[in-house]
């Protein structure tokens, strides 16, 4: 699987710098009905319409360029199936509100699949408030974001042994900005390293910085017109071949470290 190819979101941009998909002459009714675009013109269904209303809340755009180079991604993975999968929601405080998501705020990092990695959302200054609600069943982790702030993802391994994320954001996956799926290939943390993912990649390079921006103008909606799955941050965690990620963990090596050499016999 390590020679797989990457796909750059380069692809995806206009010659104008705007993204693909967002030609708005290309799209009117007049042309699509195959007639000419005149002005005033209007079917009686056009001018009587309900106007459209965008989705309330949060999603994510394309921010400014950010250079940042391709960490590695060469890995051999333990299994086919991911070691853990976790999620993270996300909107702005009017949102969480309405969703019931503020039941108790919690720590912005959190340990997930078992405990070999921690993950959390990181704004301008520090992590972002970060709540969990009760009510689900699965105990859902929300952060709470302001529109037009930026964001990273950050991840740290906890093993002794390199570990593979998988990211998406808002349904896309964040190295190709296609549709997510947890077969794809993911960024390699070190084994006892810290990674923060800042953004969509547009190159080997460099990244377009995370960003809140309303449904209508986030990168799902511009690139796929796809705004189902906008509100969510999504990871996969992949051990690796022949690895144990249990071995030498921070809780054997305390244990070591505090070893009494004249403790009571158990």
Known sequence: MSGVSIWMLGSCSSPSGGLAGNNHAESSPALRRGGSPLPGRATAEEAFAVPKKDRPGLATAFGKSIKDPMPPTSFNRASAKPYGID?????????????????????????VAGGVLEWGIKGDFGFLPTYVNYSHLSNRRFVEGTHGGTYSIVLRNRCQCDLQAVLSVDGLDVVDGRPASVTKRGYVIPAGE????????????????FQFSSVSGSYANLSRGNTRNVGVIGLAVYTPRGGSPWTWMPDELQRRDTANPFAPAP
Do not use: C, H, P, W
């Open 87 to 111: 999620a993270i929601y996300y909107n702005d405080r009017e949102g969480l509100k309405a969703m019931r998501a503020m039941d108790e705020r919690i720590g912005g990092f959190q340990t």
């Open 194 to 209: 810290t990674l923060e993912v800042k953004g969509y990649r547009t190159g080997y390079n460099s990244v377009a910085a």
